[in-house]
Nanobody, 119 residues
Framework: QLQLMESGGGLVQPGGSLRLSCAGSGFTLDAYAIAWFRQAPGKNRERVSCISNSGGNTVYADSVKGRFTISRDNAKNTVYLQMNSLKPEDTAVYSC????????????WGQGTQVTVSS
């Protein structure tokens, strides 16, 4: 069974950093593009970033450019989202998703991890 599992969420003060991890189970992530999404209460889900299967191409939402970095370690079957200079508006449930390319549709999803930015 193909599964994605996120970890690394938590409570952090404004200006702080967190690193989220997305681990694959039951399949190898290196065949897939991996995206990070977030959804805050009362807001639409937003794609934060995506990385191609090779890692050679990345995309970011304007809201996180320069602060977040997506990377992957295919040997560890894991994709990371390094989040720096966090703001209260970054508070959301963050989920990773997989598909063949960084497009509009993703066939596989994790359960999500909560990120709360608050003093």
């Amino acid at each position: 069974q193909l599964q994605l599992m996120e970890s690394g969420g938590g409570l952090v003060q404004p200006g702080g950093s967190l690193r989220l991890s997305c681990a694959g189970s039951g399949f190898t992530l290196d065949a897939y593009a991996i995206a990070w999404f977030r959804q805050a209460p009362g807001k639409n889900r937003e794609r934060v970033s995506c990385i191609s299967n090779s890692g050679g191409n990345t995309v970011y939402a304007d809201s996180v450019k320069g602060r977040f970095t997506i990377s992957r370690d295919n040997a560890k079957n894991t994709v990371y989202l390094q989040m720096n200079s966090l703001k209260p508006e970054d508070t959301a449930v963050y989920s990773c998703a997989a598909d063949r390319r960084c497009g509009a549709y993703y066939g596989y999803w994790g359960q999500g991890t909560q990120v709360t930015v608050s003093s």
